[in-house]
């Protein structure tokens, strides 16, 4: 079965930090994009962070740069997001996605192949 799992998520304070995890089952991550997206209650979806399949090309969200940093492990199967400074406006659900393409140095906000179940993110004191 091919899924991706997210973990990390939890509870933190304003100023504190997380580390999520998306990892890959059934299937390799090497030629696959990833994105990082969250979605808090009555809002929206929005892109966070993508990195591409070798790691060399990654790109962030206005709100989350220079807070953020995505990257990935292949040998591990799995992607990660660092997230520091956390504000209460970062409370979301959040997920990872992958999508499968040719080129290893690009990653984008739509299209994607395969979704996580999300772990939920929470910043509050």
């Known amino acids: 079965q091919l899924q991706l799992v997210e973990s990390g998520g939890g509870l933190v304070q304003p100023g504190g930090s997380l580390r999520l995890s998306c990892a890959a089952s059934?299937?390799?991550?090497?030629?696959?994009?990833i994105g990082w997206f969250r979605q808090a209650p009555g809002k929206e979806r929005e892109g966070v962070s993508c990195i591409s399949s070798n790691g060399g090309v990654t790109k962030y969200a206005d709100s989350v740069k220079g807070r953020f940093t995505i990257s990935r492990d292949n040998a591990k199967n799995t992607v990660y997001l660092q997230m520091t400074s956390l504000k209460p406006e970062d409370t979301a659900v959040y997920y990872c996605?992958?999508?499968?393409?040719?080129?290893?140095?690009?990653?984008?906000?739509?299209?994607?192949?395969?979704w996580g179940q999300g772990t939920q993110v929470t910043v509050s004191s």
């Open positions: 996605a992958a999508r499968r393409w040719d080129s290893s140095m690009y990653c984008g906000w739509r299209d994607y192949d395969f």
């Open positions: 059934g299937f390799t991550l090497d030629y696959y994009y």
